[in-house]
Each structure stands twice: as structure tokens, then as C-alpha cells.
């Protein structure tokens, strides 16, 4: 079973850097592809990157590419989401999401993922 828990969210200022974790406590998280998402108070939940099993993979929405990089360790069943030159358009809750097919299709659709955390809450003030 998948048991994802997020932490590194927090308060920070417009330019500063957030790293984000996603722990998974099972046993077979190098055999899910991993997703992060996030949500803003009021509006629909929005892909935010993509990591294949292997890691050799990503995939970023656009407003994120340059400032974000997802990464995984399999040994520690940990994926990363290192948020740089943050800015408010970036206060959201992030969630982790599992997904057990690996290939990289639809990957910005949350309903094909099988397992979420339960998010961390980042909030950049201008």
C-alpha cells in the first residue's frame, strides 16, 4: 500500500526557494510514475510536474519550467519538488500523487493517479 506524506511547505517571501518532500512508508514506490499538484483557494487542482519510475523522465506545466525540478530517490521513497524564484501566483496547497502506469501519457490528469498525500500548504507574500 501507498501512504504518501508531504512536507517543506511554508511562508516565504517572493524570490525565495522551497524544497518540498513526499515520503512514501510502502514498499514499492520506485514502480509508481510521481506527480505534484497544486491547488489555490477557489480554483480546480492544476498539474504542476512529473517524475517517470526511473527518474530519467520530467515533465513540467509551463508556468513552472526554469523555476521548479522534480526529483526522486527510489532508495529513500522520496520525490522532490525544488521551487525556486518563488512568487505569490505560486500560493497553493502542493499534494504528491502516485500513479502505477508508468508510461508518461496523460500525466497532467489528476484522476489518473492512484494514491495522494494530504498536501502542505506554501504561500509566497509579494
Known amino acids: 500500500q501507498v501512504q504518501l506524506v508531504e512536507s517543506g511547505g511554508g511562508l516565504v517571501q517572493a524570490g525565495d526557494s522551497l524544497r518540498l518532500s513526499c515520503a512514501d512508508s510502502?514498499?514499492?514506490?520506485?514502480?509508481?510514475?510521481m506527480g505534484w499538484f497544486r491547488q489555490a483557494p477557489g480554483k480546480e487542482r492544476d498539474f504542476v510536474a512529473a517524475?517517470?519510475?526511473?527518474?530519467?523522465?520530467?515533465y513540467y506545466t509551463d508556468s513552472v519550467k526554469g523555476r521548479f525540478t522534480i526529483s526522486r530517490d527510489n532508495a529513500k521513497n522520496t520525490v522532490y519538488l525544488q521551487m525556486n524564484n518563488l512568487g505569490p501566483e505560486d500560493t497553493a496547497v502542493y499534494s504528491c500523487a502516485a500513479r502505477s502506469s508508468g508510461n508518461m501519457v496523460l500525466i497532467t490528469n489528476p484522476n489518473l493517479y492512484n494514491y495522494w498525500g494530504q498536501g502542505t500548504q506554501v504561500t509566497v507574500s509579494s
Open positions: 510502502g514498499r514499492t514506490f520506485s514502480g509508481y510514475l
Open positions: 517524475i517517470s519510475r526511473s527518474g530519467g523522465n520530467m
